[in-house]
C-alpha cells in the first residue's frame, strides 16, 4: 500500500515522472521537502509569516518545474 503524500509532495506532483527520470525525482523531493518545512511553519498562525510562506512555496513550485524542465531538455 502506498503511504499519502505529503503537501509538498503533492505540489511538486511527486507521482508523475512518465519517464522514470532519476533526476526529476530527486529534485522533486527535495523541494517537496522545502515546501513541507515552509507549509509547517505557517502553522504559527502569524499573519506575516503565513503570507511569507505561502509566496515561497508559489516561487518553490515554479523553481521545481524549471529544474525538471532543464534537466529533462534535449536540443
Given amino acids: 500500500m502506498d503511504k499519502e503524500q505529503s503537501f509538498g509532495e503533492r505540489a511538486v506532483g511527486l507521482s508523475f515522472n ?7 525525482r530527486v ?7 522545502i515546501i513541507d518545512r515552509l507549509d509547517d511553519m505557517k502553522a504559527d498562525g ?26 529533462t531538455w534535449r536540443s
Wanted: contains cysteine.
Fill in 46 to 71: 502569524e499573519n506575516e509569516r503565513n503570507r511569507l510562506c505561502a509566496i515561497a512555496i508559489t516561487e518553490a513550485q515554479g523553481a521545481q518545474m524549471w529544474a525538471v524542465k532543464a534537466v
Fill in 27 to 33: 529534485l522533486k523531493e527535495l523541494y517537496a521537502q
Fill in 18 to 24: 512518465p519517464s522514470g527520470d532519476e533526476n526529476v
